[in-house]
């Protein structure tokens, strides 16, 4: 399949297959090997599944599916995005130093400066949107530089040919975190980025039904590296959940350019209205790194923050909004409200939090496959009613 094969719409539906109906019934889905072991036909030839910690034949087709879509080597499946980050970090040893995206995934600052620090791992968080902050902040010791763009919540943008650049000139290799954009649109390996990472709990999946994680790595080297800490930390896949996941992302495409269409439409409505000071969306002309973006990613996405004046407001907003539900999470058919301070971010100590834009007022939306139109009725009903905390406020003052 893949020989003919060039357009990532047509793998996302056959990778899994290998574009094959399986052998023995003809059926059109990957089956599910509920096995832990495995039978071996000879006391001196294994077969190629001796163990499920260390390959399954159900988890093998997810890997190699992740592998195709990212343009990569080698695809793992992890029992969370968390677990495929913290795993590939331990590629790192005491004494290393890494950069980190100074406005990272929440989960990923708590394991940079909470574990990490631990080992005797150090780190420094940049301002990835700075080639030059980059540049300044290699030390002789840093290792890794760990990107995440579009970022979280404020969806700053990354160059990420900028940073692969330096990454070789000082011998260190680059992660990404590819939740937001997924291989549809972004396929960093493809820019020189050697490893992967997504928490595929997100919009890979797509239903808000399970917690997985992936890692790509660019070649074998390093991908029989990552195979090797996955198997001795056991943090795999259970292959019910990679059956789901393999389901999930067939329909990709489809439920990310609607979710995506439509999130333009709700970013510039907001930037419209007269209560929301901010909007941080890709897609936007004048949001900045835009131009970047479009050089290295085909769409803009379904997430999107947006700032009100305070948390009053961004309370009154979540109390009366009808549609989204009011969740951690991201990239479901149903679009997802959240306020990072207290949800994603809320391991990220306050000060750290302001300085990246994470304010009192901030939502973040991810837009699901509702109809648009609803979508912008039910915020137009709830921002009057936010309109009218602030003016109680100011006249009480
Ligand atoms: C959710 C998320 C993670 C963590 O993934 P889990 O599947 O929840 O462990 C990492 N990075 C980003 C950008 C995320 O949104």
Same mark, same amino acid.
């Given at each position: ?47 190629? /599944?001796? /163990? ?216 510039? /409505? ?10 941080? /969306? ?116």
């Amino acid at each position: 399949m893949s020989s003919f094969t060039t357009d990532i719409e047509t793998k996302l539906i056959h990778a899994s297959t290998n574009g094959k109906v399986e052998r023995k019934t003809g059926a059109v889905n990957v089956p599910i090997y509920l096995s832990s072991t495995f039978h071996q036909d000879s006391f001196e030839e294994f077969g190629p /599944y001796d /163990y499920s910690r260390s390959g399954n034949p159900t988890r093998q087709a997810l890997e190699d599916t992740i592998a195709e879509l990212e343009s990569g080597a080698r695809g793992l499946a992890f029992s969370s995005g968390m677990a495929a980050i913290s795993t590939a970090f331990m590629l790192l040893s005491a004494g290393d130093h890494v950069l980190v995206s100074e406005d990272v995934y929440g989960g990923t600052f708590r394991f940079v400066t909470q574990v990490l620090t631990k080992l005797n791992i150090d780190h420094t968080f940049v301002n990835m949107t700075d080639l030059q902050a980059i540049t300044d902040a290699v030390q002789p010791n840093t290792k890794v530089i760990y990107i995440e763009t579009p970022s979280n919540p404020c969806l700053n943008i990354t160059d990420i040919e900028g940073v692969v650049r330096i990454a070789k000139e000082n011998n260190c290799l680059t992660f990404l975190d590819n939740t937001f954009m997924t291989p549809l649109y972004q396929r960093p390996i493809e820019n020189g980025v050697d490893l992967v990472l997504h928490s595929a709990t997100k919009f890979l999946s797509g239903h808000s039904d399970i917690i997985a994680g992936l890692a790509v790595a660019k070649d074998e080297e390093l991908g029989e590296k990552l195979a090797f800490l996955q198997n001795a930390f056991g943090s795999i896949l259970g292959v019910q959940d990679c059956f789901t996941l393999i389901q999930g992302i067939k329909t990709l495409s489809p439920r990310l350019k609607q979710s995506s269409d439509a999130a333009l439409q709700i970013a510039y /409505y907001l930037h419209d209205h007269e209560l929301i000071e901010k909007v941080y /969306y890709p897609g936007l002309r004048y949001h900045p790194g835009h131009d970047i973006h479009n050089k290295q990613a085909s769409g803009s996405g379904a997430v999107l923050s947006f700032r009100l004046p305070n948390k009053e407001t961004a309370k009154a907003f979540v109390d009366n909004v009808k549609i989204p539900v009011f969740a951690v999470s991201l990239g479901g058919v149903e679009s997802i409200l959240s306020y990072p301070t207290t949800m994603s971010h809320a391991a990220m100590p306050s000060k750290e939090r302001e300085l990246r834009g994470i304010t009192d007022g901030l939502l973040r939306l991810s837009v699901g496959l509702e109809h648009v139109n609803d979508l912008i009725s039910d915020f137009d009903q709830a921002l009057k009613i936010a309109s009218q905390k602030v003016n109680i406020v100011s006249s009480a003052n």
